[in-house]
Structures are given as C-alpha cells and as structure tokens.
C-alpha cells in the first residue's frame, strides 16, 4: 500500500518534471509534432466475449529534444545517444489494460472450447462439474488498471535501414509489482516515396503482470475458475506503410499479429490466443 | 546563432557592386573536433571596376582584419579558429556595410538517425 501511494505521486511528479525540462530546453524546428489520423480499423480482443476495438481517431504528439522525447504516452530521457546507438530511461504505461475496458454487466459463459483449453492448463487441476455451465460473475472481477512501467530502452542501428529496439521494464503504480521486457527489429524500406516498415518483436511478460490481468483468484472465481497464470512470451509481427501525399497529408496502412502465449491463452478470461490489428487511413501532420 | 547570422548576411546588400566571397565557406566538425582551424581566403572586387576604400571586418570585432584603399579588387588571406559561424563584413570608411558573407560551422550530428518507433505501442 504504501508503495502504491508512494509511486501515485511521485508518477505525476515525474511527468510535470519531463515536461518542465522538455519546455526549458532550446526550441528546436520540428521538435513538437502534432498529427492525426483519420480512417478505419480495428483491434480484435481477446478477452471473453468483449467486443473488438475501432481504431478511428489517432492522435499523435512527439516531442524531440536533445535530452528529452515524448512520443505520446512515452516519455523517456537520453542517457546516451550516437549516430547508431540510443540508451533512454523510459516511462511508458502498460497496455494489456485496453482489453478489459469495454465490459459489459453480463456472466460470461465459458464456451466448450475455452472449458477444453483452460482444464488442459497445468495450473488447474479441478475438473467442471458436468453438465453444468461455468460461468464468470464480471462483477466480481477486480479493475484492470493502466500502470505505469518504468525502465530503460536501448535502441541500435544494426546495419541500414535495420534497427534493434529492447526495453526493459518494472511496474511502477504498485498495482502488482510486474515486469516487462520487449525485443523488436524493424527493417525499414523506402522505394520511391512508400515509406515501408516490416517489425518482428518477441515480449516477455512476469507471471505477476500476468496474472494480474488474466488470473482469476479466489474472490474472483470458483475452485472451477481459479487461474495462476506463470510468466510467458509473446510474439508479434507488423507492417506500416506511409505515402507523403501532400505536405500535410500522408497515407497509412498498418497491421499486426500478436500471438499470445500459452499462459494467457489458457486463461478462462480470453477466448483467443491472438491479436490483430488493422488500420487504414490518412494522417493529418499540424 | 546561425539563422541570425544568415539573415544579416542577407540583409546587408546594401551595395550590390562590391562581391565578397569566402573560400571555403564551410567547416563540419566531428564529435573529437571542438574548433575550425582553418585558412580562409577572402576575396572582393567591384562589379562596375569602381575603386573603393574598405576594411574587412570579423561579426563582433572592432578592429578590421585587412583594409584597401581606393582599389576595385582585394584578397586578404585570413587564419581563423571558429567555433560558429561568423560573417566577414566588408565596411567604407563611414563604417556602411558594403557586402558580407557568412563561414558556416556546422556540428556533426551525433544523434540517432532515425525517428523513434515503438512497434508496442497502442497504435
């Protein structure tokens, strides 16, 4: 408690303090950017029967000083930084919270398949009461706050037009004392003016970050219900596409594929062991 | 600083007959590099072939580096250590700037070459 008290103020300070130093420093051209974008696309969740997500409106603000950037909820401090290699203190929030934000009142009712995949996980060892459907009171299940992660992002240019980005971060609200650590390479291509960018990215998530978000403890469930999720990796895949069409206007296309690991796949609470996402539009830059 | 200056190079072609070029103009400094040490020729003449009587002056500095009397056309050969850019302004004898040109400094970048991307974040 009293760390989670501690981290609730020192968070806020934290950013009013990024924001002061990033506003004293010396204004550079085109050092805030402040674009739109405008389209239609969507991210499927995973998550009981919640509905997908629309992606419609997205708003961007990055700043780009010589110390400090923010990228819209990143917010991060250059430690070290040459032509090829960047090392940054990063604060940035966690995500997993997004697909438990759109609940409805309702029970859900563990399909067969969803029963089938959770009591094939090693942590349940009970067996469903037959004939009889489980279900899982959403009432009763805790809030699925955003946290904030704090930590270090080293970023590295390989060779052209290839980079290596790594994060490595811990909880710092104090909801549940997680960790997370992110590896991705981007290759980027230009041909003409499409702007192409192709990512792989494996992350790597703590069984408390896991199992507070896809765990189902004892007063959230039944004996039935109950799951301890341990830690697991992730995988990911996307592509973004970008097409200058005026000075103000560009066109972009992007789409990903996360699997998810086993230990939230096996969790009574998702009913998928993916994520897409896909999003067509344009961007308006101010 | 280097805006500033660009615009008073700009702003001061007062007399369109007097030329005044810089060889070279430019100096990049690499990240081991804090100054430009360096020779700089500075050439002037008159368009029309009118003689003038001028001095050659360094931005901020009182006392001229090369002076001319009554002459169409001059060379001064200077040795500067520079750590920014400056202006070479050449002045009459009422101090009216005559023609300037600036010797650009410019900073290697250090920086990481590519925009930031978060292949993680919402969107």
């Known amino acids: ?286 | 600083m280097t805006a500033l200056v660009g615009f008073m190079a700009c702003a001061v072609q007062a007399n369109k007959d007097i030329e005044l070029n810089l060889q070279p103009r430019l100096c990049v400094l690499t990240s081991s590099e804090a100054q430009c040490d360096q020779r700089v020729v500075a050439q002037w003449r008159s368009v029309s072939n009118n003689p003038y009587s001028l001095c050659l002056y360094q931005q901020h500095q009182s006392q001229p580096l090369a002076c001319w009397d009554q002459v169409a056309l001059g060379t001064a050969e200077l040795h500067q250590v520079l750590r920014q850019s400056t202006a070479f302004i050449l002045k009459d004898q009422q101090q009216q700037v005559l023609s300037s040109q600036t010797y650009e400094v410019i900073v290697e970048s250090q920086r990481f070459q590519r925009p930031r991307r978060n292949p993680w974040s919402f969107y």
């Open chain 1, 1 to 286: 408690m009293i760390t989670r008290r501690f981290f609730a103020k020192i968070v806020p300070l934290l950013a009013i303090w990024l924001s002061a130093l990033a506003s004293a420093e010396t204004t550079q051209d085109k050092a805030w950017q402040i674009s739109v974008g405008v389209g239609l696309g969507v991210r499927t969740n995973p998550v009981m029967d919640n509905k997908n997500i629309p992606l419609v409106i997205l708003p961007h603000v990055s700043y780009q000083g010589d110390r400090f950037f923010i990228d819209n909820l990143d917010w991060g401090i250059k430690l070290v930084e040459s032509e090829h290699f960047q090392l940054n203190a990063l604060l940035t929030p966690s995500y997993d919270q997004i697909f438990f934000h759109r609940w409805d009142a309702n029970n859900f009712i563990l399909s067969s398949s969803t029963w089938a995949s959770f009591t094939h996980s090693d942590q349940q060892t009970n067996s469903p009461a037959q004939n009889k459907p489980v279900t899982i009171d959403k009432s009763r299940l805790h809030p699925r706050r955003m946290a904030a992660f704090g930590g270090f992002e080293w970023r590295q240019s390989l060779a052209p037009d290839w980079d290596l980005n790594g994060q490595c971060l811990t909880e710092l609200t104090g909801y549940y004392g997680g960790s997370e650590c992110r590896l991705a390479i981007t290759k980027t291509l230009n041909i003409n003016r499409h702007e192409l960018a192709f990512t792989f990215g494996e992350s790597w998530q703590s069984s408390s970050t896991l199992t507070y978000f896809y765990g189902v403890n004892g007063s959230e469930g039944t004996n039935l219900t109950r799951y301890a999720p341990s830690s697991g990796h992730a995988e990911l895949m996307r592509v973004d596409w970008a097409y200058p069409l005026t000075q103000d206007w560009d066109l972009r296309l992007f789409a990903s594929y996360k699997w998810l690991p086993e230990a939230i796949a096996q969790s009574p609470l998702v009913t998928d062991d993916k994520i897409v996402t896909v999003f067509v539009g344009g961007v308006y830059h101010f």
